[in-house]
């Protein structure tokens, strides 16, 4: 079965040195994918991917480019130990994440199994999860050290996908979404 996220990629310097860092931490990540801020994630299609597209397509076209800071290393601790680093200036984040969900909510099947409300979600960009509760204090004391700065303007989103499974592979982009609001 194959299971698709609409996330924001990163590029520029904020790209590869975020993508550096998880590459220092890959062990703790059960993926393979880009630095980036998922909007929406995991879902199945109930209509063709063509109608999904063009529910996103339109939410692209309504929405116009903006900037977010990337500031500083945050956590979630507790079942599922991550460390992300933190958005600020995150309601346009906030609010593309919202148009996306409310269109899409009758095309695609959230795969969590578990109930969702737009308070939960928290924009970010992981750089470790799954961290084992023995290792996290001794990571955040190493990713205490780091300065992570980082304006980037966010002009696109994208739909990627990959096979579901217990062993995640790869994830791969397909279409890629102008802003253009």
Not at 24 to 53: E, F, G, M, R
Not at 73 to 98: M, T
Not at 113 to 129: C, D, K, L, S
Request: aromatic share 12%; glycine share 2%; hydrophobic share 40%.
């Amino acid at each position: 079965m194959i299971i698709y996220a609409v996330i924001i990629t990163l590029r520029g310097k904020a790209n590869k040195e975020i993508a550096i860092l998880r590459e220092q931490y890959n062990k703790y990540i059960n993926y393979i994918i880009v630095p980036h801020i998922t909007l929406l994630y995991p879902i199945s299609l109930k209509n063709d991917l063509t109608a999904v597209c063009t529910k996103l397509d339109e939410v692209a076209h309504q929405t116009k480019p903006f900037v977010i800071e990337l500031n500083g290393v945050q956590y979630f601790e507790g079942r599922n130990n991550v460390a992300y680093v933190a958005i600020e200036k995150r309601q346009p984040v906030f609010d593309l994440h919202y148009h996306i969900n409310r269109a899409l909510s009758k095309a695609t099947i959230n795969n969590t199994n578990q109930p969702y409300t737009y308070e939960q979600f928290t924009p970010h960009v992981t750089i470790a999860e799954l961290i084992p509760a023995d290792i996290f204090p001794y990571i955040k004391m190493e990713l205490s050290k780091l300065v992570l700065r980082y304006r980037v303007r966010i002009d696109s989103f994208s739909l990627f996908s990959a096979e579901q499974n217990k062993t995640w592979e790869t994830w791969k982009q397909g279409q890629v979404f102008k802003l253009l609001g």
